[in-house]
């Protein structure tokens, strides 16, 4: 069997998911990855297309599906999984979908990807993650504890929602040898990117977007050694935006 890390990371084809993909296997990592698109072509590293599992978080029954199949792949033990898939609709205009106006079947789905997959892969992971002595990292945002211009209702409380439960499986994973964190970012520079985003960098105290790579540093650090007594907090990425 390999003596590489495992990688588990959900959300990886594009923005900060890719970055990740690349910060890991720069440090020789397997990186397993999961989301809903085919493995993209043109993706770098060796060995993706191989390692790439196309599955539907917003569907419990394929998130099940998935966990087991990634249990096969595994070879018994998972040293990270990041929880990095996340899901924001917005309105035919393109504009925030707020309380009022979010469809419950949205909003649903919302949660399925940005909360429950989370806990679910976790859950179904134990074991691997128990033995390697693994790290568990969620990423939510900072829309999740603050109203934010873009970011939708839904989405915004699926991520203060995974940012509670990160704490209570800091709590649950920790006696296994298990640290459970999640990192928030604020505004990263992505093609996901919503238009009037360059009035908030104005208020962004280092004045500038983040980069994916840095928040793929941050992830790394949590999933190391370094990180060996960190368990249970939510790191801010976004340049002082929330002082």
């Known amino acids: 069997m390999s003596d590489k890390k495992t990688l588990l990371l959900t959300g990886a084809s594009r923005g900060i998911g890719h970055a990740t993909v690349k910060r890991f296997e720069a440090e020789n990592w397997r990186v397993i990855t999961c989301s809903r698109q085919a493995f993209p072509e043109n993706c770098p590293w060796p060995g993706g297309k191989e ?3 196309q599955v539907d978080l917003g ?36 504009g925030r979908l707020n309380t009022l106006d979010t469809d419950l079947r949205d909003w ?51 991520k203060a929602a995974l940012a509670a439960l990160t704490r209570e499986m800091a709590g649950d994973f920790g006696p296994l040898g298990v640290r459970v964190n999640a990192i928030a970012p604020g505004e990263i520079e992505t093609d996901i990117l919503s238009p009037g ?11 500038r977007l983040g980069q994916p790579s840095e928040v793929a540093d941050a992830i790394y650090f949590l999933c190391s050694d370094q990180a060996g007594y960190i368990n249970g907090t939510e790191v801010e990425i976004n340049g002082g935006q929330h002082v």
Do not use: C, W
Request: aromatic share 6%; charged share 20%; net charge neutral.
């Open 197 to 207: 985003t360059e009035g908030i960098v104005a208020e962004i105290p280092q004045r």
């Open 108 to 158: 649903g789905r919302v949660f399925h990807v940005n909360f429950f997959a989370p806990i679910v892969l976790a859950r179904a992971l134990k074991e691997e993650l128990q033995v390697a002595g693994g790290a568990v990292v969620n990423v939510t945002s900072i829309a999740g504890y603050r109203v934010h211009p873009f970011a939708g209702a839904a989405y915004a409380t699926s």
């Open 59 to 94: 569907d419990p029954h394929d998130t099940i599906r998935a966990a087991e199949d990634v249990r096969k792949r595994l070879g018994g033990r998972l040293d990270a999984l990041v929880n990095n898939a996340g899901v924001s609709p917005k309105g035919p205009d393109g």
């Open 51 to 53: 390692n790439h599992m």
